[in-house]
């Protein structure tokens, strides 16, 4: 089937709620996909922040070939092994109590906020309910999720939305300003994604961590993009030295496969309690052997300080870009700023040159495979050089 052949079948039969670039990848190998045509792609994008390890890591898919030929699903009503596995190294690599496996980024949000209302609910009863998040986040598609999107092109269509949120731009005034006696938690990103790769000010998520504390106030963290060693550390807390109560993760997780995970410190370990939440896909088997072997390559110091150094050298390559005003972002998750061109017309740009790009808001976005290597990183560079001359 040639490539408009594709494309007609895919417009006549798949709801067009995506704007599509006009190419059908195939496959992929590394940080370097391939079109139905052979045309080679390196990848500066990890299908948003996804495939971790590149495409078709060897020992993920081996990990994985070999779970679908074990056992690719039974419930949540029986043990299973890769989700035990999983769960263990998700406690000991971030010192959280507790895990719920989840599918999406979205559906880890939802149990945040299940959970945060839940420990209210227990602890001061009824009517402790609202939840402040930021301005230009992005948590998600869900009618909850929009919800706590603090954008208000979001906030179209689909309601009426779930009640409870209020957004307050990144700054303690606003918090401040936003809360009182009814707010039992506050979500955030500490890298806005979707919202062009904008990080939260050190000075400010210190001070709000400590504003919620004094008030018994949960601190949600959003690193459903941050997380999985993202920005260089396993979660992008680290970098500003706090502990959210409450913290998700799902994109780079499964190396591949859809995953989410809702992470609670062990205070926070009794207030999901039996039938409280549940989802049927929730630690499937071979999703949980995918995100084990990202683990096992992420979860290394020497791997974390590499993604740091990849990032430190992509950042320094593009500052001095003629198109290029400032790139923002930490380790593989960066934010290009243009002077003149369009990120979309960037990113088409590049897509003709045999790069893939992201982009968020006016920014061109790249969101590299973790274990890109210097080779491919050069190659992606020459064609970013040229687009931005
Ligand atoms: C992508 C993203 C989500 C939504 O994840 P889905 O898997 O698409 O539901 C939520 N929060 C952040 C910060 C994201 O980047």
Not at 163 to 179: D, S, T
Request: aromatic share 8%; with cysteine; hydrophobic share 40%.
């Amino acid at each position: 089937m040639n490539f408009q052949k594709i494309k007609e079948q895919d417009k006549k039969n798949i709801l067009n709620t995506y704007n599509r670039f006009d190419v059908c990848i195939e496959s992929g190998k590394g940080a370097v996909c391939k079109d139905v045509n052979g045309k080679k792609y390196i990848d500066f994008t990890s299908g948003i922040g996804v495939n971790s390890l590149g495409f078709c890591h060897p020992e993920w898919v081996k990990a994985v070939s070999e779970q679908a030929g074990k056992l690719a699903h039974i419930s949540n009503l029986y043990y299973t092994l890769p989700d035990n596995e999983l769960a263990k190294t998700l406690c000991e690599q971030t010192g959280c109590g507790a895990v719920f496996f989840g599918n999406s980024g979205a559906e880890a949000n939802e149990g945040a906020i299940k959970t945060a209302r839940k420990y209210s609910f227990d602890k001061y009863g009824k009517g402790r309910d609202q939840i402040v998040t930021l301005t230009n986040s992005f948590h998600g598609r869900t009618v909850t999720t929009l919800a706590a999107t603090g954008q208000d092109v979001f906030h179209q269509y689909f309601g009426p939305f779930t009640q409870g949120f209020r957004y307050a731009e990144p700054n303690m005034e606003a918090v401040e300003a936003a809360v009182d006696g009814s707010v039992c938690a506050v979500m955030l990103e500490f890298i806005q994604g979707e919202g062009g790769v904008v990080p939260l000010d050190e000075k400010f998520v210190k001070a709000l961590f400590a504003f919620c504390q004094e008030r018994d106030i949960l601190v949600i963290a959003d690193e459903v993009q941050t997380g999985v060693g993202r920005t260089g550390k396993f979660l992008a807390s680290e970098h500003y030295g706090v502990r959210p109560d409450i913290t998700t993760l799902a994109k780079g997780l499964g190396g591949g496969l859809p995953i989410g995970a809702v992470l609670v410190e062990e205070r926070l370990k009794g207030v999901m309690g039996y039938s409280s939440h549940g989802s049927t896909f929730g630690g499937n088997p071979i999703a949980c052997a995918g995100a084990n072997v990202v683990l096992r390559n992420v979860c290394n110091e020497r791997f974390l300080r590499e993604v740091a150094a990849k990032g430190e050298k992509l950042k320094a390559c593009l500052s001095v870009c003629g198109d290029v005003a400032a790139v923002t972002g930490k380790g593989l998750m960066l934010g290009v700023q243009l002077k003149k061109q369009k990120a979309g017309d960037v990113a088409q740009k590049c897509l003709e040159k045999g790069l893939l790009v992201l982009t968020a808001k006016e920014k061109v976005r790249l969101l590299p495979p973790l274990t890109i290597t210097d080779d491919e990183i050069k190659k992606g560079l020459q064609i970013l050089w040229d687009v931005l001359a």
